[in-house]
């Protein structure tokens, strides 16, 4: 562990606030979003982090019809796909902590964001899932995320029902706080 990830975590731990140390971790937010409450949760977790944004877009996008979309997402978790994805994170190396977003598909993660978490070392960050779901939970959604990362320093998820995300953003800023010692 870096020794500023260390240090960060341990005043995280004794409920310090960011905003009390003279240097701000770097903060990245990627998500992936069908349909927008996935994205509503990433610009709330933006205003209380001040971090970076990035969109994990398939190359390939879904179908806009929901049945399609449902179906594909059924394929690629059934063959375990990595669908490819757009873009890369240029500079990730720069970054202390990372939140990482997702609707529930299929009671998991969708396949793409796999891809984009195969695509990075994540070893000497904060890693912090969110996901919404459509009233199933998170089911496999966090446990499935901790098993890719495979790293002692993930943290617990944010987990918001997606017909609620409008009015997630003091749930939002309390579970930042909590996590990261972030605030606003
Ligand atoms: C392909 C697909 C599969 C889904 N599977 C589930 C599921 O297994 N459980 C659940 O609770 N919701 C499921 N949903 C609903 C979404 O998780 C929910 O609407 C979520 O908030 C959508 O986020 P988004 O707007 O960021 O795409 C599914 C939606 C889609 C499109």
């Known amino acids: 562990m870096k020794l500023k990830t260390l240090l960060l975590t341990m005043m995280a731990m004794i409920g310090m606030s960011y905003s009390a140390m003279a240097q701000k971790p770097k903060v990245l937010i990627a998500y992936f979003s069908w349909s927008g409450n996935t994205k509503e949760i990433a610009n709330q977790i933006q205003e209380v982090t001040g971090g970076d944004l990035f969109e994990i877009k398939t190359v390939t996008p879904y179908s806009s019809n929901y049945n399609q979309c449902v179906e594909t997402a059924k394929q690629e978790k059934e063959k375990n796909t990595r669908p490819a994805i757009q873009g890369k994170v240029a500079n990730m190396s720069d970054y202390d902590v990372v939140f990482i977003g997702y609707p529930n598909w299929w009671g998991t993660m969708p396949m793409a964001v796999l891809t984009f978490m195969e695509s990075y070392d994540f070893s000497d960050k904060t890693l912090l899932p969110f996901c919404t779901h459509g009233g199933g939970g998170a089911q496999q959604c966090f446990k499935d995320f901790a098993k890719h990362t ?3 320093n993930s943290k617990e998820g944010f987990l918001a029902n ?23």
């Not at 997606?162 to 605030?183: C, D, L, M, Y």
């Open 150 to 152: 495979k790293k002692h």
């Open 162 to 184: 997606g017909s609620a995300v409008n009015r997630s953003k003091p749930h939002v800023e309390k579970w930042v706080k909590e996590q990261t010692g972030i605030t606003k």
